[in-house]
């Protein structure tokens, strides 16, 4: 809620009211009050913040609302969260994989085993 210098609250229409005229000075495109809040919301997501301080900056009344209305909006950032956790998976040395020290298990189903999968070995000394 906006608030005038000695304490009282503005009413939003304005508000609304001020931003049009001062906006109608410019030479922007057309935009909204809801449109910059929407801008800085996604900003703020995009940049790292937490959904849950961007939830109680925007008042919504659920973290659903915000996760609904801004995790979607980028993707680079769901692609830098996917990469982020991919690089804590340990891979394989090259040099081991180059010397053929690892084998390559394949797991196959044989009818009749209580339906358990069971591996079979393939690839440098397997029979």
Not at 22 to 30: C, E, G, M, N, S
Not at 37 to 58: F, W, Y
Not at 83 to 89: F, G, T
Request: proline residues 7%.
């Amino acid at each position: 809620m906006f608030t005038r210098e000695d304490g009282f609250r503005l009413h939003p229409e304005t508000v609304s009211e001020t931003f049009r005229c001062i906006f109608a000075r410019t030479d922007l495109p057309p935009i909204t009050l809801r449109d910059l809040r929407h801008v800085s919301a996604t900003l703020a997501h995009g940049g790292g913040g937490d959904l849950p301080t961007i939830k109680e900056t925007l008042r919504h009344s659920t973290i659903t609302l915000t996760l609904d209305t801004y995790t979607s909006l980028q993707p680079e950032v769901d692609r830098a969260a996917a990469e982020a956790a991919a690089n804590l998976v340990p891979r394989a040395r090259k040099a081991a994989l180059r010397s053929g020290c690892c084998r390559t298990v394949r797991v196959t189903h044989e009818a009749g085993n209580d339906g358990a999968p069971r591996p079979a070995e393939t690839g440098r000394g397997a029979p």
